[in-house]
């Protein structure tokens, strides 16, 4: 697409397979939009759903909806079920693939996720950014009230987030979960490589974190200037978190590891049992840059059971407790199409 595009209650079913692309040639593929080019384009999808499979073997940019949008983009009340790959790609660190987007290129673009979610399996076959909502974003993303769902598969690839993969711009995350596992060289449970402005608030992930560098409940690796902000709050993780034996120390139950970025965390909790989760909340970094509440803390599994462990978190018209494990959302995402 070269110009605006609106779409709205849509589907798509079908499998949609790219096998061009040699060396530094890119290929674009998504369930409803493959690239919208355009400087002007903007794109508007609602009530749409992708449930084939979107698949690319080579250096490639693989979205549930969207492959690369190169400017704004709104997805609401949209889902994405289908299994979403990139493949081989002979150029390291070139494949980014997401649940809804797969690369948000410019950095004035404005990317707005709400009432959306992914329970698809989201895949690379080799060094690549994945996310289980956007890959990739050198802009704005603003997620609200959306989700990745476990579906007893994980999401897949290098630099590997719940939500989102990378950003390197601005990202806020509210009232959003991930449920789902993720693997990778570094890990987040929300996302996976951040250095950018970046604020979370009241959102939560319970999916497995499997690492092979860095893993954190919330972050993965938190880079940047002392001048790039981080506030998390009200916020959970109850989460296992897996690393290689040699990066144990980059685990993390708020953030895996941490550059020069200025983090503030209030009322955080997350996971710590004799078997699952991680005793501090920051596994390795600059610690004159870290400012935590004394009201976060590691929980074990009964006492993540109990409301009034969570200080001033609003279970009233946010949070429940309803599944006697964890606090959940109450208003919880589209989940089905």
């Not at 590891?257 to 004799?274: F, K, P, V």
């Not at 009034?308 to 609003?314: E, Q, R, V």
């Amino acid at each position: 697409s070269h110009e605006s595009a609106t779409i709205e209650s849509s589907v798509n079913s079908g499998i949609v397979v790219v096998r061009t692309g040699i060396g530094e040639e890119r290929s674009y593929v998504g369930g409803l939009i493959g690239y919208a080019s355009s400087d002007d384009s903007a794109i508007k999808i609602n009530k749409s759903s992708n449930h084939g499979i979107i698949k690319s073997m080579n250096t490639s940019i693989a979205g549930g909806l969207v492959g690369k949008s190169h400017e704004s983009a709104t997805i609401e009340s949209s889902v994405n079920s289908g299994i979403v790959v990139v493949g081989t790609g002979r150029m390291e660190e070139r494949n980014y693939v997401g649940g809804l987007i797969g690369y948000a290129s410019s950095n004035y673009s404005t990317i707005k996720i709400n009432k959306s979610s992914n329970h698809g399996i989201i895949k690379s076959i080799n060094t690549s950014t994945a996310g289980g909502l956007v890959g990739y974003s050198g802009g704005i993303v603003i997620i609200e009230n959306s989700s990745s769902i476990r579906t007893a598969t994980r999401t897949v690839g290098k630099f590997v987030g719940g939500l989102v993969g990378h950003s390197r711009l601005f990202l806020s995350i509210k009232n959003s979960f991930n449920s789902m596992d993720t693997a990778g060289h570094i890990v987040g449970g929300m996302i996976g490589w951040s250095n950018a402005t970046l604020s979370i608030d009241n959102s939560s992930n319970s999916g497995k974190m499997f690492g092979g560098n860095s893993g954190g409940g919330l972050v993965g690796y938190s880079s940047g200037y002392e001048t790039t902000l981080v506030t998390i709050t009200n916020s959970h993780s109850y989460a296992k978190i897996v690393t290689a034996a040699e990066y144990q120390g980059s685990d993390g139950g708020i953030i895996g590891r941490i550059g020069m970025s200025s983090i503030t965390a209030t009322n955080i909790y997350w996971l710590h049992d004799n078997t699952d989760g991680i005793d501090k909340a920051v596994g390795s970094g600059m610690d004159n840059f870290i400012n935590i509440s004394n009201k976060s803390k590691a929980l074990n599994k009964a006492e993540f059971a109990v409301d009034t462990n969570f200080n001033d978190w609003n279970f009233d018209t946010v949070w429940e407790l309803t599944n006697s494990l964890y606090p959940t959302l109450r208003k919880q995402p589209v989940t089905t199409k």
